[in-house]
T-cell receptor, first 110, second 114 residues
Framework: EDQVTQSPEALRLQEGESSSLNCSYT??????LFWYRQDPGKGPEFLFT?????EEKEKERLKATLTKKESFLHITAPKPEDSATYLC???????????WGAGTKLIIKP | DGGITQSPKYLFRKEGQNVTLSCEQN?????MYWYRQDPGQGLRLIYY???????QKGDIAEGYSVSREKKESFPLTVTSAQKNPTAFYLC?????????????FGPGTRLTVL
């Protein structure tokens, strides 16, 4: 069964304290892996798409990486405005639908 | 500005009522989607449409209905048959065409059953 698991469920960091969020997946052939950011009461905002193992993408303090079994979202020197829930989704080769993880709630304390 | 709009932002439903959530996009996207989001769970697909006048059921279509009469619009009706409709509803769109393409989301509608 295709599945996506995100960890940890919640992560509290001090401003400037770098860390990583994990998205592990089991799908029968990966077509793409997506990262989104969601603020409370709002729709998800697209961050990155990764297509193949070894691929990396960066945007400001965020860097996403991909292996054959998982993706990491690395956050370098985070600021309070980076606080949000980060969602991961995968698209299997056999199906155009996205399979979503439950998200990681990130809290950055000043 | 191109984007996706959803209305209303908040919606209250009484038991036994049908309610309709609006979703409009001006991105010229072919594909549109409806998701339901509950606390602690991943987004779950209700319905999707890859072209006008065609749509398919997602994982949790029971108690919901949709139409796709225009490319820009994909309204969702929550019927009285949906036993637990209180949730955050998200509409999304993508270019479509059977490729790996990014879904872009609207701001959401929070539905509460009174």
């Amino acid at each position: 069964e295709d599945q996506v698991t995100q960890s940890p469920e919640a992560l509290r960091l001090q401003e400037g304290e770098s860390s990583s969020l994990n998205c592990s997946y089991t799908v029968s052939g990966l077509r793409g892996l997506f990262w989104y950011r969601q603020d409370p009461g709002k729709g998800p905002e697209f961050l990155f798409t990764l297509y193949s193992a070894g691929e990396e993408k960066e945007k400001e303090r965020l860097k996403a990486t991909l292996t054959k079994k998982e993706s990491f979202l690395h956050i370098t020197a985070p600021k309070p405005e980076d606080s949000a829930t980060y969602l991961c989704a995968v698209q299997a080769a056999s199906n155009y639908q996205l399979i979503w993880g439950a998200g990681t709630k990130l809290i950055i304390k000043p | 500005d191109g984007g996706i709009t959803q209305s209303p932002k908040y919606l209250f439903r009484k038991e036994g009522q049908n309610v309709t959530l609006s979703c409009e996009q001006n991105l010229n996207h072919d594909a549109m989607y409806w998701y339901r989001q509950d606390p602690g769970q991943g987004l779950r697909l209700i319905y999707y449409s890859q072209i006008v006048n065609d749509f398919q059921k997602g994982d949790i279509a029971e108690g919901y209905s949709v139409s796709r009469e225009k490319k820009e619009s994909f309204p969702l009706t929550v019927t009285s048959a949906q036993k637990n409709p209180t949730a955050f509803y998200l509409c999304a769109s993508s270019r479509g065409g059977g490729i790996t393409d990014t879904q872009y989301f609207g701001p959401g509608t929070r539905l509460t059953v009174l």
